[in-house]
């Protein structure tokens, strides 16, 4: 059974750099695309970052979060520098997403459950 349990949330101030964490189980993920995404209260599921043999984002978080993967250990990571309160949602994690539509939930197989993160400023 596939599992992808991210870490790394909390209340942050703004300006920190909390790095996220996603950690996924059942099978290997080293040649897949895969992404994060975030949700706000009263918004649609967002498009954060994504990475396979290159990396993709959203361009408000260019130049201030970086996706990055370690596929010997099934993790993926999701660095943010500079949050702002803009930043707060719920992150997601998720897996096997399509290389040709990379910033679309809809072609992604797998889901975490997410993870908070709560900027203050």
């Known amino acids: 059974q596939v599992q992808l349990v991210e870490s790394g949330g909390g209340l942050v101030q703004a300006g920190d750099s909390p790095r996220l964490s996603c950690a996924a189980s059942?099978?290997?993920?080293?040649?897949?695309?895969m992404g994060w995404f975030r949700q706000a209260p009263g918004k649609e599921r967002e498009f954060v970052a994504a990475?396979?043999?290159?990396?993709y984002y959203v361009d408000s978080v260019k130049g201030r979060f970086t996706i990055s993967r370690d596929s010997a250990k099934n993790l993926v990571y999701l660095q943010m520098n500079s949050l702002k309160p803009e930043d707060t949602a719920v992150y997601y994690c998720a897996a096997d997403g399509s290389r040709w539509d990379p910033r679309n939930p809809n072609k992604y197989s797998y889901w975490g459950q997410g993870t908070q993160v709560t900027v203050s400023s």
């Open positions: 059942g099978r290997t993920f080293s040649n897949s695309l």
């Open positions: 990475i396979n043999w290159a990396s």
